[in-house]
């Protein structure tokens, strides 16, 4: 019974929390009046919004969401080093750059969004299009000498980790 109620005060917790520290960080202060203010709204909007979440994922696992971020920004950083090499030490005709196309396991609308936004963040490399059923993902690739490659590193390394995530 305790655990329906939570259900239903807070249809999405990790919406929740969002909001509570963007509230919170909108700011520029942090005090107990600002974040509980926050947590009302991040309380407040979700309800409001749930009949828009139907098919919101049920299992969610934060710790692994929290090393799938640090991942995440590692690559990051790293592919801002690689890019900038390339331009600063490769002429434009010697780029291959190449359209892959991304077969898609993951189901949940906010896993797939994350996982392309997750490409697009990752320098020398852009998520272009999401096919009408959700199943492939067509990714434009900077500088890749087989595109196979590139395909089975987006798919082991990020999208294994989503689909643990989003069970």
Known sequence: MIRAFFNWLMPHPLLTLILTVVWTLLQNQ?????VVFGLILGIIIPLITSAWWP?????FKLGKMVSYTLMVIWDIMVA????????????NASLRPAWVVIPLELKHPEAISILAGTITLTPGTV??????????????????DNPDAV????KNRYERRLMEIFT
Do not use: K, Y
Not at 30 to 34: N, P, Y
Not at 151 to 154: A, K, V
């Open 80 to 91: 801002n080093v690689q890019v900038a090499w390339i331009v600063l030490t490769r002429s």
């Open 127 to 144: 998520s272009a299009d999401l096919s009408d059923e959700g199943h492939s993902l067509l990714v434009h690739a900077l500088d890749c």
């Open 55 to 59: 098919d919101r994922p049920q299992g």
């Open 151 to 154: 395909r089975d590193e987006i």
């Open 30 to 34: 942090v005090s107990a009046g600002m």
